[in-house]
């Protein structure tokens, strides 16, 4: 049964950057692609960012240029560097396993930017 545990959330001040980080566990990750969701409040969760096992990313038009998804396969992590922050960045961010859509959840962590 695949684990996913993410951290590095937190409070930053609007342009901040944060480095949210996935640690993967019971199950081999290199062969799934990896993505990055949030949900703020009274909204359905969204999609972030993917990176597929084979390294091609994707990312929600809102991100593109301030975020970056990464991954190193050899010790089972998945990243999301985020800069320039905005109010609107304010989520929980989980993140998810990916083979022909999400099949494993980590539990998330809050992300809020504040003014």
């Known amino acids: 049964q695949a684990r996913l545990v993410e951290s590095g959330g937190g409070l930053v001040q609007t342009g901040g950057s944060l480095r949210l980080s996935c640690v993967v566990s019971g199950i081999i990750f290199s062969i799934d692609g990896m993505g990055w969701y949030r949900q703020a409040p009274g909204k359905q969760r969204e999609l972030v960012a993917t990176?597929?096992?084979?390294?091609?990313?994707n990312y929600a038009d809102s991100v593109k240029g301030r975020f970056t998804i990464s991954r190193n396969n050899a010790k089972n992590m998945g990243y999301l560097q985020m800069n320039n922050l905005k109010p609107d960045d304010t989520a929980v961010y989980y993140c998810?396993?990916?083979?022909?859509?999400?099949?494993?959840w980590g539990q998330g962590t809050q992300v809020t930017v504040s003014t």
């Open positions: 998810a396993l990916l083979r022909n859509g999400p099949r494993y």
């Open positions: 990176l597929t096992s084979t390294g091609t990313t």
